[in-house]
C-alpha cells in the first residue's frame, strides 16, 4: 500500500513530461524528460540499416524509418509504465532528425516511391559539376547569398533533382501532382498526423535551411532556387517555425497529443546546449561532426568554408536566430567502417581499449574522406587514405589515428570559425554518442589546445527538439527564459600536451589531406566492358603508342641489318 502511494505522490511531482522523437543516421529513439527539470526519465532506441547499392550510394528505408520511431514509442510508454510513471502526463512531442536526407512519397497512396536518399550519399556529385560548370567563373558559391551553402552533393536539391531525372516512379508521381518531398522531419509528422488521411505536410526553418531551396533572408522558399534546379514549388511542405503545434498524433498511446517541436538534429543540440547567446558554440560528434556557433539575428557569411544556416526559431512570432557551422561527413562512422568494413574491431568501445593501449598513432595518419571532405574544403573528389605506415604499424595505431582524425577534422572547422568570427572559442561545448569515449575527449582537448567540457547528460539533441515542443503556444510547459533554465552539471577535460607537439602533428595531418584531395572523377572513360581503358589517360596511351612504334622500328631495322 505504501509502496503504491509513494509511486502515486511520485507521479504527482514529476509534473508535465514532454517527449522527442531523435531519428538519427544510424539510429532512431524516443526519450521522455521532466519538463521542470530536464531530466531524462525514460528512453528506447532502434538501430537503423543502411544500404550501400553502389559505391558512394547510401540510401535507408522510409518505412523502417517510420516503424523504428512507433516501437520506440510503444517501448518507451511501456518503461515509464513499469516505472509507475503516467504517460498521460506526456503534453507534446519533439521531432529532430538527420538533416538533408531526401524523401519523395504519393501522397494518394502514402508509399514512398523510393528509399530515402542519405546526406552522404555522393551519387549526384556529376549532377553537382554539371551545375557548377553553368554557373558564371564554375563558382561553387554561385547560390551563397541567398542559401549559404555551396553546391554539394551534401543538400537536398541535387538529390531531390537526381530522384525526378533517375526514378519513373518520382518523375510519374510529380507530373501527375501526387509527389511529395520532404526531408526526414517532413516524412515523420505527415505520417504520425495521420498520412493520407489528412497528415501535415510541413518543415522547420532549419530543416528548409538545408535544402538549397530556401533563402535564409526572407525565411521561405524561392521561387529562383526552385528554377535553378528545376523543382515544382507545389511537392514543397509548408515552412513552419521550429516551436508551434503543427498537428496531432492520430495513432498508439500518444494519439492526440500535440507534436509542436521540430529541429534539425544540430540545430536541437545547439538548443540543449542552451547556446542561445551570440559566440556560444557546440560540436556534435555523430555519424559526422558538426560544428555550431550561434550568430544572432543576423546571417553571417563565411570566408573561410563554413555554412551559414537557421539556428532556430523558438515561436511563430519570435525572430529567426542564425549559426555558422562546420560539418565533417565521417566521425563516428569511421568507427562503424573499422568494425562492420575490416573486423578490427567488435564495438566501439574496443577501439577506446586498442587506441589506448598505444596512445600513439606511431606516425600513422587517416584521413577519412569517404564522402569527400566537407567543411573546410567541400571537396567531393578526396577519398578516404591512411598514410605513413612502416611495418611496425598495426591495428592499434590505426585505432589510435581514426580517433586523432576526428580530433583533427574538429579543429580544421575551429580554426575556419575562428577566423570567420575573430573572437576564438576558450573552449568546446561538445554531445553526441561519440563523446563518451574519455580517450577521444581527451584527445580533442589536447588536439584544440583548449578545454572540452561535457554535459553529464549526452542527449542534447533530443533534450533541444523536447524544449521547442515544451515552450510552444498552446503548449507552454517549458520555459526558456535563461533564469528558468536548469544548471547543466559536466566534465571538463583540459590539454595535457604541450602546444608544440600538438601543432607539429596537426601540420602532418594538413599535409595528408592534400593527398587525399583530386582523387575520384565522375566519370571514367572505359573500354566497353566497363573497365577504364589503359589509353584513357592520354600522356600514358601516347607513351605506350609511341613504345610500341619504337620497338617495331627497331625490329625491322634489326630485321635489315
Known sequence: MNGTMAASSHRIMLGPLVAAIDQGTSS??????????????????????????????????????????????????????QLNIDISNIKAIGVTNQRETTLVWDKETGEPLYNAIVWLDLRTQSTVENLINKTPGRNKNHLKHKTGLPISTYFSAVKLRWLMDNVKEVHEAVVSHRAMFGTVDSWLIWCLTGGKSGGVHCTDVTNASRTMLFNIHTMDW????????????????????????????????????????????????????????????????????????????????????????????LGRDKPACYALEGSVAIAGAVVRWLQDNLGIIGSSEELEKLAASVGTSYGCYFVPAFSGLYAPYWEPSARGIICGLTQFTNKRHLAFAALEAVCFQTREILDAMNQDSGIPLTQLQVDGGMTSNKLLMQLQADILCIPVVKPSMPETTALGAAMAAGAAEGVSVWSLNPDDLSEVTSEKFEPQINPEESEFRYARWKRAVQKSMNWETTEPIGNGNGEPSIFSSVPLGFYIMGSMVMLIGAKYLAGHN
Open 222 to 313: 524561392d521561387a529562383e532556387l526552385c528554377k535553378y534546379f528545376g523543382i515544382p514549388m507545389e511537392i514543397l511542405p509548408r515552412v513552419r517555425s521550429s516551436s508551434e503545434i503543427y498537428g496531432l498524433m492520430k495513432s498508439g498511446a500518444l494519439s492526440g497529443i500535440p507534436i509542436s517541436g521540430c529541429l534539425g538534429d544540430q540545430s536541437a543540440a545547439l538548443v540543449g546546449q542552451m547556446c542561445f547567446q551570440d559566440g556560444q558554440a557546440k560540436n556534435t560528434y555523430g555519424t559526422g561532426c558538426f560544428l555550431l556557433r550561434n550568430t544572432g539575428a543576423k546571417p553571417v557569411m563565411s570566408e573561410h568554408g563554413l555554412l551559414t544556416t537557421v539556428a532556430y526559431k
Open 28 to 81: 532512431t529513439r524516443f526519450l521522455v524528460f521532466n519538463s521542470k527539470t530536464a531530466e531524462l526519465l525514460s528512453h528506447h532506441q532502434v538501430e537503423i540499416k543502411q544500404s550501400f547499392p553502389k559505391e558512394g550510394w547510401v540510401e535507408e528505408d522510409p518505412k523502417e524509418i517510420l516503424q523504428s520511431v512507433y516501437e520506440c514509442m510503444e517501448r518507451t510508454c511501456e518503461k515509464l509504465t
